[in-house]
Every structure is written in C-alpha cells, then in structure tokens.
C-alpha cells in the first residue's frame, strides 16, 4: 500500500476513472434501471479510491445523485466496488444543518407553562459572591444561600444593552426618527438602577406605545411630556363671517289691487249729467269731474253701481258760485 501511494504515476486514478461501466453496473443492480441516469462525473477519494456519479430518476429525491465508490489495490488487482448510495447534489433540497433546540428557541416561544432550563455555564449569569463593577449588582451580591444564586454578568448586560438598543424601542426605530424629541427629557421616563442608568429607562406614559418597556433615552414618541402643539386651524378665518348659503331668499307677496271709488260729489255730477240730455256744457262738466287718462275704464252697462249708505249723506264740496253758473248753462242750452 505505500508503494500506490508513493509512486503512483497518475495511472491508478486513470484506471479508477475508466471503471464508469464497472459502476453503473453495480447501481442497476442495486437500484434498477429506472432510477439510474446519466453519468454525471467522478470525484477522487484518495490515491486508490474515487466515487462515479449517476443522476438518481428517484420520486421526492429531485437533484440527488447515485454514488458508487470503486478502489484498486495494487497495480495488477482487479477493480472492486466498495459502496453504492443516494447523496444529494448541488441543486438538491435538504434539510438545514442541525441546531440543539435549546437553540432554536426564539424571543416569545415561551408559553404558559413552558420551563426553559439555563446552561450551567451561561455566559450571562455570574455567581452572586464574585465582585462585580456594577454596583446596583453589588448591593443585591450576598454570601452563598443569603440572597440571589446567580446575578447579571459583565456580558449578560452587554448582550441586552446591544439587543435593546437596536430593538424597537431603540433610536433607530421609525417611531423615534419621526419624534421631536427623545426619552431623556421626557418626564415619563424613569431610568434603570447601575450601570444601564445611563442609557435604559422605563416608559411610564400609557399614550406611549412603549408604556411598560425598557426604551433607550435616544428614542422618542409624539407623547414626550414637554411637547406644545398651538391647536389652531390651517385656514385662516375672518373674525366675522356671513354664509350666505345658508340665507333662504322668497319673493315678497304682491298687494292686492283696491277698487278706486270716486268722490261722492264727482259721482253725482256724473250720474246727473249722464241723465240729461248731453250738451257741449254738460260734456264740460263730465270731463272735469272725470279721472284722469291713466285710470281704468269701466263699462258701466256691465259693472254694478255701487250703492250709497242711506245714513251717511255727503254734501258736495263744490263752490257756490260754480254751481250756479253750472246751472244757468243747463237752463239756456234747454231753451235753445
């Protein structure tokens, strides 16, 4: 064996090579001719020793591959088969590389009733007697079986200081990019004992979306305590504003047209004067006592003639001396 290893001359990895026949013959038998391809290639194992690829025609093995190794044990030994099995290839599905469950387990898995048990050597716990350069974990350290078995490590507070801050209640969060101001100033925030005081608080505003969590002093909310907003409208309105939208217009109604009644003495003249006989005098006075052009012309031959109260008798308003004269006109035209 140290001689193939020491003076081969690249003739036992040709001879390997060549056994393509030698190799598909050992996995038809193994597997049957419909599950076997094409020969892919060879991969060299070791100075006597290379695997021969076939495609694997196998249901739910997509991608996988037949592999049978061949090796030669000397110059003048015959080619054996040492094994034949299914690999997958480069394009082949498989299941991801194992993890231990305890760590799969993620932030929130825990449920009601669940118990996840801590490593003995967990980093972030440190026995509560050693000294330590947190002086809140100092006050709380006691001899063993006094006060608390473990206590946070240099490393636990490092891991959770890293984990909050680019959390999200972190400053990188979108919340605390859009806040006009952060958590260090805000009334609401109350800081953490020892050496997170610096940087950790707790979110005591129920407005906050953070109310109840451990935010880093660089975030922020639009409910930080010292924030004024002038609540005023973006329009800017007049003092006094009419809409007359709201004002309803109507037409005003129209007055009733009255009936004009003439004057008693002008109805008695006319009425006298339409019983005799019309003469140029008697039209004179009809004309007179008529109204004027522009009043309403009534047929008297279809209109009722309104009549007088009987109680109530009005002396014509005409003047002595017009009346007189008047009739003397009426007696010489009825001479004549």
């Known amino acids: 064996m140290t001689l193939l290893l020491t003076l081969d001359d690249g003739s036992i990895q040709r001879k390997l090579a060549e056994a393509v026949d030698?190799?598909?013959?050992?996995?038809?038998?193994?597997?049957?001719?419909?599950?076997?391809?094409?020969?892919?290639?060879?991969d060299s194992e070791?100075?006597?020793s290379a695997s021969h690829l076939f495609e694997a025609i196998v249901t739910g093995y997509r991608g996988w591959r037949w592999s049978v190794t061949v090796a030669l044990a000397g110059e003048d030994?015959?080619?054996?088969?040492?094994?034949?099995?299914?690999i997958p290839g480069p394009?082949?599905?498989?299941?991801?590389?194992?993890?231990?469950?305890?760590?799969?387990?993620?932030?929130?898995?825990?449920?009601?009733?669940?118990?996840f048990p801590v490593?003995?050597?967990?980093?972030?716990?440190?026995?509560a007697y050693l000294e330590s350069d947190d002086p809140?974990?100092?006050?709380?350290?006691?001899?063993?079986?006094?006060?608390?078995?473990h206590v946070l490590s240099r490393h636990g507070r490092l891991d959770a200081a890293a984990r909050w801050h680019g959390g999200e209640f972190g400053p990188?969060?979108?919340?605390?990019?859009?806040?006009?101001?952060?958590?260090?100033?805000?009334g609401f925030f109350v800081s953490l004992a020892g050496s997170l005081s610096a940087a950790f608080g707790a979110c005591t505003n129920d407005i906050s979306p953070a109310d109840g969590h451990v935010v880093d002093v660089e975030y922020g909310c639009g409910a930080h305590s010292e924030i004024e907003v002038e609540v005023?409208?973006?329009?800017?309105?007049?003092?006094?504003?009419?809409?007359?939208?709201?004002?309803?217009?109507?037409?005003?109604?129209?007055?009733?047209a009255e009936p004009v009644e003439a004057e008693p003495a002008k109805a008695e003249a006319v009425e006298a004067a339409s019983e005799e006989p019309k003469t140029e005098a008697a039209e004179a006075v009809v004309a007179e006592t008529a109204e004027p052009a522009e009043a309403t012309v009534v047929d008297e031959s279809e209109a009722p003639v309104a009549e007088v109260p009987e109680t109530a008798e009005v002396q014509p308003e005409v003047e002595p001396e017009t009346a007189d004269e008047a009739q003397a006109e009426a007696e010489s035209a009825s001479e004549h």
Not at 22 to 42: I, K, N, T, W
Not at 91 to 115: E, F, K, N, T, Y
Not at 136 to 149: C, F, I, M, N, Y
Request: hydrophobic share 45%; charged share 25%; aromatic share 4%.
């Open 77 to 86: 030994e015959p080619i054996t088969v040492s094994e034949v099995v299914l």
């Open 172 to 186: 990188r969060s979108d919340m605390a990019r859009s806040a006009p101001d952060v958590c260090g100033s805000c």
């Open 91 to 115: 394009d082949a599905r498989v299941a991801p590389a194992w993890v231990p469950w305890d760590r799969r387990v993620q932030a929130g898995d825990l449920g009601v009733g669940d118990i």
């Open 22 to 42: 030698l190799a598909r013959a050992a996995v038809l038998e193994d597997a049957g001719a419909e599950q076997v391809g094409a020969h892919v290639g060879v």
């Open 46 to 48: 070791d100075a006597v």
């Open 136 to 149: 809140a974990v100092e006050a709380v350290a006691k001899e063993t079986g006094l006060g608390r078995v």
């Open 232 to 256: 005023t409208s973006s329009v800017p309105v007049a003092e006094l504003v009419y809409d007359d939208s709201l004002i309803d217009f109507e037409p005003a109604p129209e007055a009733p």
């Open 119 to 127: 490593e003995k050597d967990d980093p972030r716990l440190a026995p």
